[in-house]
């Protein structure tokens, strides 16, 4: 019996910890669950990445999204979404924002506005 994925991403050049080459990749459950020839498997959903390079994501260990204090700059929500889009995976936010994150109270409200706003995982 064929494996079935939620997602198959077809023919692309793949470029992870062992080099590079054409595979596929196989998701279930929002995660990777298998690289390789998945000619035999099913998915609900394919994609040919025919002519496209799949990299693993980025971690940014250096952003600045102003928020709180100026958000007339960039906010959480906006900050993370430029970073997505541009294959970012993960942020950790500079705690120099108006008022400064570096108190426990100050942490624990940056944490409540990330929630349900960041498009990607944070520190």
């Given at each position: 019996m064929a494996t079935?994925?939620?997602?198959?991403?077809t023919g692309g050049t793949v470029v992870n910890h062992d080099?590079?080459?054409?595979?596929?990749?196989?998701?279930?459950?929002?995660?990777?669950a298998r690289i390789g020839?998945?000619?035999q498997?099913?998915?609900?959903?394919t994609i040919d990445c025919t002519g496209l390079h799949i990299l693993p994501g980025v971690v940014d260990s250096q952003v600045h999204f102003r928020e709180p204090g100026l958000e007339h700059k960039e906010?959480?929500?906006t900050g993370s979404r430029a970073a997505v889009l541009g294959g970012v995976t993960a942020v950790f936010e500079m705690p120099n924002t108006n008022p400064l994150?570096?108190?426990?109270?100050?942490?624990?409200?940056?944490?409540r506005r990330a929630t349900n706003r960041m498009h990607c995982d944070f520190a």
């Open positions: 079935t994925f939620d997602l198959i991403l080099g590079e080459g054409r595979r596929d990749i196989g998701v279930k459950g929002g995660r990777i020839d998945l000619g498997a099913s998915a609900g959903e906010d959480l929500e994150t570096t108190s426990e109270a100050a942490l624990a409200d940056k944490v």
